[in-house]
């Protein structure tokens, strides 16, 4: 079985050429039951997800008029891909017609990996520049460190302690040590 899915032009900006998959549609005679359509301003896309959770099955052929159609961003591109790919459904591609189902899928995983490698070393190298500038880590809330040393000072115990000031467990105990020390 054949099926289609597009989004339709429902936000102002924003225009999806859409004409040769609808001329597609037309002379092919497809059946209405066969064509899912959600707006573009659908971050759930439900035809969508009921098309490809409940009525396309394996060995069915999913016309569509981009690749990018079926997601919202990239991990949902990737999800979308492996469980048509796990599924045994084809996906044609009116827009990428030169590249078959697994190109597609085997690329982006790619650029996947590669993405967060350089995330990796972009949040690595932010943190070296943090330690050399001293200021890694979250500023302290001494209003808060002094009212809670107070508060213990006056008897308190480490769980009103707590919930009266906010401030973490480990936070109060590191400071108590301090002043412990001094």
């Known amino acids: 079985m054949i099926y289609a899915y597009m989004q339709e ?7 999806i050429e859409n004409s040769s998959l609808i001329k597609l549609l037309q002379e092919s005679k497809m059946e209405e039951s066969q064509i899912f359509v959600d707006g573009i301003d659908s971050k ?3 035809d ?3 098309l490809i959770k409940t009525v396309i ?3 069915d052929t999913l016309i569509v008029r981009s690749i990018g159609d079926i997601s919202n961003n990239f ?7 492996t469980y048509l790919e796990k599924n045994g459904i ?9 590249y078959a189902y697994e190109t597609y ?9 590669i ?3 350089w995330k990796d070393v972009k949040r690595i190298k932010g943190i070296e520049k943090a330690k050399l500038e001293g200021r890694l880590g979250r500023k302290k809330d001494t209003t808060k460190i002094s009212d809670a040393i107070k508060l213990y000072k006056l008897g308190y115990k480490i769980k009103d302690i707590k919930r009266i000031t906010g401030i973490s467990t480990s936070t109060l105990y590191r400071e108590l040590k301090n002043i412990d020390r001094e």
Do not use: C, H, Q, W
């Not at 991990?75 to 979308?80: E, R």
């Not at 084809?90 to 030169?98: F, M």
């Not at 899928?105 to 990996?113: I, N």
């Open 9 to 15: 032009n429902t936000m102002r900006g924003i225009n």
């Open 44 to 46: 759930e896309r439900p």
């Open 48 to 50: 969508l997800r009921k």
């Open 57 to 59: 099955k394996s060995k």
């Open 75 to 81: 991990n949902d591109l990737i999800k979308t891909l």
């Open 90 to 98: 084809e996906l044609v591609s009116l827009e990428e017609p030169e």
């Open 105 to 113: 899928y085997l690329a982006l995983k790619d650029f996947m990996r």
């Open 115 to 117: 993405d967060s490698y």
